[in-house]
Each structure stands twice: as C-alpha cells, then as structure tokens.
C-alpha cells in the first residue's frame, strides 16, 4: 500500500533568513525605544517580486523569533507560516502596489509624532534642513479605521509622493528600499516632532526661506537622496493656505478594495 508523504514545507533561501532575524532585530529596537508598546506596530520587506515577509497580529515587536514571521503573496494570501497576518497587512500591500522602489515597510505608533497626528497635524513646515533633504513635507493622511481598507483609501494619493506619512488618530507609516532604511525614517520622524514641539514651546519654529529651502531641494543629489517627488514647497504665505489641497474624501472608494484579505 502506498501513502502519500506530507509536503515539506518550502525552503527558505539565505537572503529570506536574513531578512528574518533583521526583522527580529529592528522590532526590539522599535520596543526598546519607546516607538511601540504591547503588540503595537508591525513590519514588512518584499522578498520577491509577488512575496512579502511581514510581522503577524498579536505579537510583541520586541519578543520576536525568526519563525513567528509569515510570507504572504500581493493579494494577501498566507503562503507560508502558522499565525494571523497583520491587521495592517492592506496598508503594506499598497505601498508594494504603488511603489516599485519600496522594499520594505514599518509602521509605530511614535508618542510624540502620533501626538501631532491626534491633533490633526502634520509635520509639513520647512525648519529642520536635514528633514528637507531626507524626507520634504511628513503629510497627515484622514482617520480610517484601523486594519480596515479606509486607512487605504487615505493613503493612496500620498503614498506616490511621500516616504513618511502621519496616520490621524492612529500613528506613522514610513517605506524605504530597505528595512533599515524605513526604521531610519521612523526614527527621524520622531525626532523631528519632539524639536518641532519643543520649539512652539519656546515661541515658536523659524522656518526656512523659499531660497534656503530650493538650496536644499537642489543638493538631494549630493547627499544620494531621490525622493518620489519635490516634497517640499518654499512657506507658504497666509493667502496660500486659504486654498490648500482639501484632504481625500473620506467616501472615497479605493481601486484595489476586491483585492480584501479572505
């Protein structure tokens, strides 16, 4: 009689372990810094072309292990791993979307940055030139619920533009070429919102000049930076704010929403 063997589960190759215990070593980092707290928070590095390593629901980023992590494909799918896929897995997935450059992707709940996004600010002005040059304008994207498609749908006409973007009500999302790269920018958010409330506490910010700000803009290339777009714009004068951009509108119904976990 003849009985079928059990499938072995799919080899992982060297670079996936690599991924796995820098993933580990960035969610302690994370813990360990005050970015998240309990089972907040979760992270994610496109493997392949059609994989995504991804953090699951449930977990503590700082107690993570090289196994407790899952593979998923584009549309969602669990392809290997025992676990739930992060709440926040349709977040990720639309940077990868989007996104051809982002390999990888973090997500935190920063005290002082999700502060200003609890208030319903962003961190737009032109006052620290390091953050001009690395990043531009960190825009507020509108409240959606949490691990549902409307976070989506407020970040779809952002996440073409921008590399660190503040969640309302809810935290900071931030992508990079790699993981490091996008836990870099999660930091400096941070930093920069604790300099920002530190100095409205002293009177008030300076900001930048127009032409201090173009001399910033025009030395990206110098520094290695390519951001997806000019993030930036000189300040803006009061006429200007009266005709802002209005934010997405929050009935908005985003393309990809058959694209749901199943």
Known sequence: MNFALPLAPPARSKLEDSHRLEMCKIGRWMYRRGLVVACQGN????????RVLLTPGGVCKGHLRPRDLLVTDLDGMLVSGSG?????LQMHLLFY???????????????TATGFAAA???????????????????????????GTWDVCAGLESLVPQHDAILLENH???????????????METVEQFAKIVLTAEALGGARRLSREQVETLVAARPRYGV??????????MTADAKAVRV??????????YKHHALR
């Open 246 to 255: 209005p934010r997405p509108r929050r009935d908005f119904k985003p393309f």
């Open 97 to 111: 979307r989007e996104r051809p450059d982002v390999r990888a992707v973090c997500h935190a709940h920063p005290p």
């Open 171 to 185: 935290g900071v999302v931030t992508c990079g070429k790699d993981l490091m790269t996008a836990f870099h920018r």
């Open 43 to 50: 992270l994610s590095v496109r493997t392949q072309d059609d």
């Open 226 to 235: 390519s951001l997806p777009a000019v993030a930036v714009e000189p300040p």
């Open 84 to 88: 739930k896929p992060s709440s926040e």
């Open 120 to 146: 319903g600010r962003g961190l737009e002005e032109a006052i620290l030139p390091e953050i001009v040059v690395l990043l531009g304008k960190i825009p507020l994207a509108p409240y959606g619920t949490p």
